[in-house]
Nanobody
Framework: QVQVVESGGGLVQPGGSLRLSCLASGGAFNIYTMGWYRQPPGKQRDWVASITGAHKTTHLDSVKGRFTISRDNAKNTVYLEMNNLRPEDTATYYC???????WGKGTLVVVSS
């Protein structure tokens, strides 16, 4: 089983930036397609971005130009760089190993003044 652990969440003002990290331990990380999802309070969990083992990326339209997913295979880590954050980005952000089906426990991002 692959363990997935997120970090980097917190409270940030509108217009601010955060970088989330996701460490995936165990298995052949470099072949995994990894994804970031988010779940606002009281709402369903939705996909935000994903990246293949070959570094091909896709992003939700509403975050394009503000969020960037990337990975460092040497560190078994996936990142989500979030810029120009908005209050509507407030959510618990989850890392998902799309290849194995494993989920992290999430990291909370609150965008508020």
């Amino acid at each position: 089983q692959v363990q997935v652990v997120e970090s980097g969440g917190g409270l940030v003002q509108p217009g601010g930036s955060l970088r989330l990290s996701c460490l995936a331990s165990g298995g052949a990380f470099n072949i995994y397609t990894m994804g970031w999802y988010r779940q606002p309070p009281g709402k369903q969990r939705d996909w935000v971005a994903s990246i293949t083992g070959a570094h091909k990326t896709t992003h939700l339209d509403s975050v394009k130009g503000r969020f960037t997913i990337s990975r460092d295979n040497a560190k078994n880590t996936v990142y989500l760089e979030m810029n120009n954050l908005r209050p509507e980005d407030t959510a618990t952000y989850y890392c998902h190993n799309i290849y194995t089906g494993d989920w992290g426990k999430g990291t909370l991002v609150v965008v508020s003044s």
